[in-house]
């Protein structure tokens, strides 16, 4: 059984802060991960993506990557209450992609 | 990023009645679909994935007779809730994938339809 699991929070930070998403995943031989956010009653949107090991930035957000551990993040910077919403990890291997349970993340002003 | 646009956004049907929705990518070809239902305040869950041209693989609990998929087309997939009941009502989402880019290819997803049944 492909499992990815994150922490369903709530997350809770102060606006301007950094906020940590954590996801990890069983299945080793997972290619590509990906971050989405989900607005309550609207459907994911990609944030990001990452395929190697590292991390990966993209303005307020970086994605990092550790295949050894099987654990993915993202890093939210300046965290700003717009940011509150649920975070999906997705794990994906050839056509299979998989999503966490999600974690909801709230910005407090 | 490409758009993928999901049909009815909202439907309210009478219990015993079936309901079709509809999965389009408008941009690309998405060899690969998937469905998803969710409840309030729970994650994503994945119904079946349905490649073009073949028969849609179901998850783990959910009644392929009761949830009929259709991919006849790289542009369309259709779920078909047949004999819906108060416990159908649910989001349904649907994503898409250009699977020709193998497993680097990310998911668009659509608007999502809130289906309530009564």
Request: charged content about 20%.
């Amino acid at each position: 059984q492909k499992e990815v699991e994150q922490n369903s929070g709530p997350l809770s930070v102060p606006e301007g802060a950094i906020a940590s998403l954590n996801c990890t995943y069983s299945d080793r031989g997972s290619q590509s991960f990906f971050w989405y956010r989900q607005y309550s009653g609207k459907s994911p949107e990609l944030i990001m993506f990452i395929y190697s090991n590292g991390d990966k930035e993209d303005g307020r957000f970086t994605a990092q990557l550790n295949k050894a551990s099987q654990y993915v993040s993202l890093l939210i910077r300046d965290s700003q209450p717009s940011d509150s919403a649920t975070y999906l990890c997705a794990v994906a291997y050839n056509n299979d992609m998989r999503f966490g349970a999600g974690t909801r993340l709230t910005v407090k002003p | 990023g490409a758009v993928v646009s999901q049909h009815p956004s909202r439907v309210i049907c009478k219990s015993g009645t079936s309901v079709k929705i509809e999965c389009r990518s408008l941009d690309f070809q998405a060899t690969t679909m998937f469905w998803y239902r969710q409840f309030p305040k729970q994650s994503l869950m994945l119904m079946a994935t349905s490649n073009e041209g073949s028969k849609a693989t179901y998850e783990q609990g959910v009644e392929k007779d009761k949830f009929l998929i259709n991919h006849a087309s790289l542009t369309l997939s259709t779920l078909t809730v047949t004999s819906a009941h108060p416990e159908d009502s649910s989001f349904y989402i649907c994503s898409a994938r250009v699977s020709i880019r193998g497993s680097d290819a990310e998911a668009f997803f659509g608007q999502g339809t809130r289906l309530t049944v009564v």
